[in-house]
């Protein structure tokens, strides 16, 4: 389907995001078929894109959540993902998200350390509910990652060792609040390998042979999320592979197969579009100053990230331009030494693949009022974010301005 983003950007206005929703039903239904023959929930990681329309699209096609705090958890349920599809996961809960998680009968809760899950069992012992609990394992392995998207090493804050992991469950078996009846781990994200993932798989899975040993029961296998995408020339993780390597190594166990995508379902389903404001040289630096800041998509500045950049629909010869927003940072940059045409007032640069942790990462830096959101389906265009305004911004202080 071909749209006019040019017309779509005067539409709307810039700096905008646009998703592509038939993408995202294509990568659902691409994942949710390689997992077929085999008891399977695809728990869409809400923190990649938590837009309600975006999450609501993907609960429509028979999608769960994965959610890191009570606010994901009721974005899930406003977008109608079914409570017995969502689990909670993340390193520090408190308890009045963890109160409200027991109460809204949520699937499972995901523990990250011995501490909370005694605070768990607190919680549901006073609300006399039966918590259904998981345990993020951490199993020491290098995701070959990111730094900063590496997950599943010790050094990470993430999930517990094994031994630890065993006692826990050992425990939670013993108590009359607690139900262990889920596994998990998430060793990275962006993973582009898929022999970590492996190695993970099987360890975990020779932990839930040896806790079935011991009449601990486990049913629900989360291999987390992490599966890379195409940024620029990648070679990633195709959905078969991925689910084949889960199956070997769960081989013989009686499992409902859990995973948690986020960037695989939204980010190449997304861009950002912003328009270019001026031009400049500095000696001889070129940079094109655009509309859009790193307040609005803040990977490049933050990691480093790659994201491809496009003149659209301009022609030229090319010459290398830093991309730039208007924020007061250096470190406020879309792309550096970008090839691009010579460019001129209200030209539209897109920048590609912005689905995940684009918009959901944006600020108000520099009160800058958030971009709009638009969807893209069947040759239709809708808004699902309107653009933040002024009075948005500071409607939450101006009562106290004395
Ligand atoms: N499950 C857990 C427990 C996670 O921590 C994450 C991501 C996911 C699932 C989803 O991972 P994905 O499938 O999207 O790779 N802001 C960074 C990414 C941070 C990822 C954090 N956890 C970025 O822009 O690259």
């Known amino acids: 389907m071909n749209y006019d983003y040019k017309a779509l950007s005067e539409k709307y206005g810039t700096p905008l995001y646009m998703y592509n ?3 995202i039903s294509n990568r659902y239904t691409t994942l949710k078929e390689a997992f077929s023959g085999k008891k ?16 609501s699209h993907l609960a429509n096609m028979g999608a769960g959540a994965d959610c890191v705090s009570i606010g994901e958890v009721r974005r899930a349920i406003d977008a109608g993902v079914a409570p017995y599809r969502i689990i909670f996961s993340g390193v520090g809960k408190r308890d009045d998200e963890i109160k409200e998680a027991l109460e809204k009968d949520i699937l499972l809760l995901n523990l990250e350390s011995e501490a909370e899950m005694k605070r768990v069992e607190m919680v549901a012992t006073a609300l006399g509910k039966k918590a259904r609990i998981s345990i993020r394992v951490n199993p020491n392995i290098d995701p070959q990652t990111h730094p900063y998207i590496s997950t599943g090493l010790h050094e990470n804050k993430f999930g517990v060792e094994i031994d630890m992991a065993k006692r826990m469950y050992i425990y939670a078996k013993k108590s009359e609040f607690l139900d262990p009846v889920g596994i998990h781990f998430h060793i990275g ?7 970590p993932i492996r190695e993970a798989c099987d360890i975990v899975s020779d932990l839930v042979r040896s806790l079935k040993a011991i009449k601990i029961d486990i049913k629900f296998f989360d291999v987390g999320g992490g599966i890379g995408v195409v940024y620029d020339d990648e070679v990633t993780i195709t959905a078969e592979e991925y689910t084949q390597a889960i199956f070997q190594s769960t081989k013989g166990l009686d499992l409902t ?6 960037r695989y379902m939204v980010a190449n389903a997304g861009a950002f579009f912003t328009k270019v404001l001026y031009e400049k040289i500095n000696g001889s630096k070129r940079f094109v100053i655009v509309d859009g800041a790193m307040n609005d998509l803040i990977r490049p500045s933050l990691y480093d990230a790659y994201h491809k950049i496009e003149a659209l629909g301009i022609d030229g010869d090319t010459s290398k331009a830093d991309v730039v927003g208007p924020v007061c940072e250096s470190g406020d940059f879309f792309g550096k030494n970008v090839d691009l045409p010579p460019l001129a007032h209200n030209d539209l640069l897109v920048i590609h693949s912005a689905g995940a942790y684009g918009f959901t990462m944006a600020s108000n830096y520099n009160t800058r009022a958030k971009p709009a959101e638009v969807a893209l389906e069947e040759g239709k265009d809708r808004l699902i974010r309107r653009r933040e305004s002024y009075e948005d911004q500071v409607r939450l202080e101006l009562e106290y301005l004395k």
């Open 21 to 23: 929703f038939d993408y």
């Open 40 to 55: 399977s929930l695809i728990n869409y990681a809400v923190k990649a894109n938590s837009n309600l329309s975006v999450i």
């Open 189 to 195: 994200s962006q993973l582009t390998k898929l022999s």
């Open 257 to 262: 197969l859990l995973c948690e995508p986020g």
